[in-house]
């Protein structure tokens, strides 16, 4: 009995080991998201091609859309939109939310770099970043056609995160094979 | 005295533990913060030492300088002035930014470890003291017994052997009279 003790120092290092060794793989820049399952926050804002014309959650309902927040002083935006051409060129339907930018640089960068979007929403402010709980850009959310959330990414969506993120939501909730 | 010392560790634990989230920290996001209330001011200080930036991981609001923490000042100041509770200002975060963006986290299902551990190691260490304090006290205990014990026995044991030796006595003194 007293020879089994000597070793539960030993237990104990080896089992600290193994949770600090699976920390290891955790992202810790990744926060748990308080609005999957939710829905879409509700808005009233400008469009980034009309200030006049005002949108809302209701231009998007009935319809299975990604809503990307993207702006131009955001550098992994460019990584990503790419991407988001190659998507809409599929057939998913994109929703820009333009977050905290000049709409100028913004209006230009769409016609440089491609407009993947159906149309872009114009949060100068980041009152609907706010409410979405969005802390940094790019991020991608997919809400199905209840204006339900039902995945959030917070960084850039490239083919490996739409492989094993996106794509077996986004092809239950449409029912298409993608 | 042992006590003593852990009254006194304990208290310092405590005294570092408050530390953290009341030092009255500089506000590096030096906005100049208009209230319509002054009364309002304590209130906003403390909501942004406690509320985490969601960007800068280990800032709080107070001290970090990003976009978000900015706007999220700002975004306090205007639920302050609506007359919103301080707990009703931290669920509206909660609900956007989860659990994630307070610094003391609320007593649930997944914190109450966290919670606990610290009065689950104190507990520990007292049951750890306090076995580690009897285990030498039965082993004083036993010697003195033992000791007084055996004091009677040489007691009890010298009467008979008085009598054992008035009987000797007897005995020598017969044969000294039959000689």
Redesign the interface.
Same mark, same amino acid.
């Given at each position: 009995m007293n020879r089994l003790a000597l070793f539960i120092p030993l237990a104990l290092f080896v089992g600290l080991s193994l949770v600090l060794l699976l920390g290891l793989d955790k992202d810790?820049?990744e926060?748990?998201?308080?609005?999957v399952g939710e829905a879409f926050p509700v808005f009233n804002l400008p469009s980034l091609k009309d200030k006049q014309n005002v949108v809302t959650e209701q231009d998007f309902n009935g319809e299975v859309v990604l809503v990307n927040v993207w702006a131009t002083w955001c550098f992994a935006c460019r990584i990503e939109h790419p991407m988001l051409n190659k998507l809409s060129e599929q057939g998913v339907k994109i929703i820009g939310l333009n977050y905290?930018d000049q709409r100028a640089g913004a209006l230009a960068w769409l016609v440089e770099r491609g407009d993947p979007y159906q149309f872009n929403i114009f949060d100068a402010?980041?009152s609907l970043?706010?409410?979405?709980?969005?802390?940094?850009a790019p991020e991608t959310y997919l809400v199905d056609a209840d204006g339900i959330i039902r995945h959030r990414r917070v960084g850039v969506v490239d083919d490996r995160v739409w492989e094993s993120e996106f794509r077996a939501i986004y092809e239950q909730i449409t029912g298409v094979e993608q | 005295m042992r006590l003593a010392i852990l009254l006194l560790l304990s208290l310092f634990t405590f005294a570092a533990s408050t530390e953290v989230i009341e030092s009255p920290g500089a506000i590096k996001g030096a906005e100049v913060v208009a209230f319509s209330d002054e009364s309002l001011r304590p209130r906003y200080h403390q909501l942004l030492q406690e509320l985490r930036c *969601?960007?800068c991981?280990n800032q709080n609001l107070a001290d970090s300088n990003s *976009?978000?923490s900015q706007?999220?000042r700002r975004?306090i100041q205007r639920m302050l002035e609506e007359q919103m509770t301080d707990k009703q200002i931290k669920d509206y975060l909660?609900?956007?930014?989860?659990?994630?963006i307070l610094y003391r986290p609320e007593v649930n299902k997944n914190t109450w470890l966290l919670w606990g551990s610290p009065v689950l190691v104190v507990l520990l260490g007292l049951l750890i003291l306090l076995r580690h304090n009897r285990q030498p006290k039965p082993s004083a205990n036993k010697e003195v017994p033992t000791a007084n014990k055996e004091v009677p026995k040489v007691n009890k044991e010298s009467p008979s052997n008085t009598s054992d030796q008035q009987r000797l006595a007897e005995l020598l003194g017969d044969k000294e009279n039959q000689q």
């Open positions: 810790p820049t926060l748990p998201s308080a609005l905290k402010k980041g970043g706010i409410d979405l709980g969005v802390y940094g | *969601p960007k991981q *976009p978000i706007d999220l975004e909660k609900s956007r930014y989860s659990e994630f």
